[in-house]
């Protein structure tokens, strides 16, 4: 059987994977090389060499071949070789905190316990809308997050601590300050808020309580309840009558 380059069952020889080969930038040294890899790796779907089994689904992943997920079976090519198993949790890739933290730095990264077991997630997962009362949020996809970490994923701990998205990042923080320093109201527009000052802190206060209804007038009660005109007789009752 021909095993060509995108095969699961092409196995690497131990450490050539990882420590082989001048890395592009001082960024990628950051990070193992198998990390980004293992990120845009899409597991839990059949295994296409050991289909007829009946665990043909994909959710491991070799570390020193990175050539995709494996199921159980493409294990046994990759002896000796250090393999970590993906885990699903609300339709999101995570894996467990005892066996990544073996092989990575994952300070920063929220946890999570799920099954009685400690995990972290490998992608963002970002919200539509951030919780009310929340005070601390990831810094790259803004999913809510306990006080004492920053990232609520791998992948967001790589993208929140390059150098280019902290550069970017400062970029617009600065572009935001000059923003602000450039609509400070000049001498005029201080001088008719000053006047407005009163009738501004009132209705800002007036705004926290609810308002107060109008006082009711005699005029407003009549036209509230007003009374019901006297009944008319039809004409054809009348002509009943005297006939």
Same mark, same amino acid.
């Given at each position: ?45 059949? #295994?296409? @060499?050991? +289909?007829? =089994? ?8 070799? !570390?020193? %071949? ?71 949020? #990831?810094? @790259?996809? +803004?999913? =809510? ?8 994923? !791998?992948? %967001? ?87």
């Amino acid at each position: 059987m021909a095993i060509d380059d995108e095969s699961p069952l092409r196995v690497n020889i131990r450490g050539g994977a990882m420590g082989g080969g001048q890395c592009e930038g001082a960024e990628n040294q950051r990070w193992p090389p198998w990390l980004k890899p293992l990120l845009e790796t899409s597991f839990f779907g059949q #295994c296409k @060499v050991h +289909a007829d =089994s009946h665990k043909s689904e994909c959710n491991m992943y070799c !570390l020193d %071949c990175m050539n995709g997920a494996l199921c159980s079976q493409c294990l046994s090519y990759h002896r000796d070789h250090h393999a970590i198993q993906i885990r699903r949790s609300s339709y999101h890739d995570v894996i467990r905190v005892s066996e990544i933290q073996k092989v990575l730095d994952i300070a920063g990264v929220q946890t999570y316990i799920i099954n009685s077991a400690r995990v972290v997630f490998l992608n963002e997962r970002p919200q539509p809308r951030p919780g009310k009362g929340v005070t601390n949020t #990831c810094e @790259v996809c +803004a999913r =809510s997050l306990l006080d004492t970490f920053r990232f609520c994923s !791998l992948g %967001c701990k790589i993208v929140g601590t390059s150098g280019d998205y902290r550069g970017r990042k400062r970029h617009a923080a600065g572009k935001k300050k000059k923003l602000q320093k450039g609509s400070v109201p000049s001498d005029s527009e201080d001088s008719s808020t000053t006047t407005s000052g009163g009738s501004d802190k009132s209705s800002v206060v007036q705004s926290f309580t609810p308002s107060t209804p109008p006082a009711t007038t005699a005029n407003s009660y009549r036209t509230g309840k007003r009374r019901k005109g006297v009944p008319h007789r039809s004409p054809f009752g009348s002509l009943m009558v005297e006939l």
